[in-house]
């Protein structure tokens, strides 16, 4: 069992839709990350969050919109997304950022498929 | 720029027999690596991380690293093969500022029974 928690587990949406993806840790964590990941291939890093502030954003569309409501949770809401974003989206969570050796820690992530 | 490389697309092992899959770095700094495996359908699992000053370190499920300074290596190895260790597995290092992960292209290990 993950420690990290995704719903939906599969998501189907139209291009003209709206919804978000959802994510939830109860470590303690204070470091958030979304990630994208096609298959068979390494995961792309997308937002994090520090502390429920934003300090990383990978040049995302703006149809990916992340919000941290509290330190235990994570939101992307989605938009107008295009076939190409089909993809696993992973949710992971660390105690901190910074240069160490803790790991972060994966969700089983959402599977998205775009009509 | 800290990176990681997987040599092998894909490993083949027969069961009982000890595996390897192979990890190369390249740092600037102290090297914060990582070993995560993904079975299908599932999130990225975390096996082990380099300790500083340990050249093999132990993980779940009976896996372990051996950490190389001159060869620049971190190879993930497990002395006798299961079937069910059979996944996508990931080399991963820390980025310069600590705020990310940066992941090797992935080896899928096949264990034959």
């Known amino acids: 069992d993950t420690e990290v928690t995704q719903t939906p587990k599969h998501l189907v949406m139209g291009m003209t839709n709206k919804k978000s993806l959802k994510c939830e840790q109860h470590?303690?964590?204070?470091?958030m990350y979304w990630y994208k990941q096609k298959a068979k291939k390494p995961p792309e890093l997308m937002f994090v969050?520090?502390?429920?502030?934003?300090?990383i954003n990978e040049s995302v569309p703006s149809r990916f919109s992340p919000e941290c409501p509290n330190s235990s949770l994570l939101n992307l809401h989605l938009h107008a997304l295009q076939p190409e974003d089909s993809a696993l989206y992973l949710c992971?969570?660390?105690?901190?950022?910074?240069?160490?050796?803790?790991?972060?820690?994966f969700g089983d992530g959402t599977r998205l498929s775009i009509l | 720029a800290q990176s990681v490389a997987q040599p092998e697309d894909q490993v083949n092992v027969a069961e009982g027999n000890p595996l390897t899959v192979k990890c190369t770095y390249s740092?600037?700094?102290?090297?914060?690596l990582f070993w995560y495996v993904q079975y299908p359908n599932r999130g990225l699992q975390f096996l082990l991380k380099?300790?500083?000053?340990?050249?093999l370190v132990k993980g779940s499920y009976g896996f372990e690293a051996e950490f190389n300074k001159s060869q620049t290596s971190f190879h993930l190895k497990k002395p006798s093969a299961l079937v069910s260790d059979s996944a996508l597995y990931f080399c991963?290092?820390?980025?310069?500022?600590?705020?990310?992960?940066?992941f090797g292209k992935g080896t899928t290990l096949s264990v034959s029974s």
């Open positions: 992971a969570s660390s105690p901190v950022t910074g240069a160490s050796n803790q790991p972060q820690h």
């Open positions: 470590m303690g964590h204070r470091a």
């Open positions: 969050y520090s502390y429920e502030k934003l300090s």
């Open positions: 740092v600037s700094g102290n090297p914060y």
């Open positions: 380099y300790i500083t000053g340990d050249n």
């Open positions: 991963a290092v820390k980025n310069q500022a600590g705020t990310a992960l940066i």
